[in-house]
Nanobody
């Protein structure tokens, strides 16, 4: 059973930064599955923002390239999403996901 818990969301001014964290249960789960960060804005479909494979390969949506960075801490079994130069368009609920399971989400609101 894979369990994920997001944290770090909040209200940020445009141009600011925020760091999200996702705690993944179990060393085996963390090292076995691809983990993705998704977001869902009001009135929009959920979209993939970034992903990281157990071996370290990363992928980013075009809208966040150069601004967001995904990383993992193998010792703590956590995956982070560093978000810089935030825009109002980044406002959404952010989720981490692995093995078809989802965390509860954390709200990110970017004010103009």
């Amino acid at each position: 059973q894979v369990h994920l818990v997001e944290s770090g969301g909040g209200l940020v001014q445009a141009g600011g930064s925020l760091r999200l964290s996702c705690a993944v249960s179990g060393r085996a789960a963390f090292t076995t599955y691809v983990i993705g960060w998704y977001r869902q804005a009001p009135g929009k479909e959920r979209e993939l923002v970034a992903s990281i494979r157990p071996g370290g390969t990363k992928n980013y949506a075009d809208s966040v390239k150069g601004r967001f960075t995904v990383s993992k801490d193998n010792t703590k079994s956590t995956i982070s999403l560093q978000m810089n130069s935030l825009k109002s368009e980044d406002t959404a609920v952010y989720y981490c996901s692995a093995a078809g399971r989802w965390g509860q989400g954390t709200q990110v609101t970017v004010s103009s």
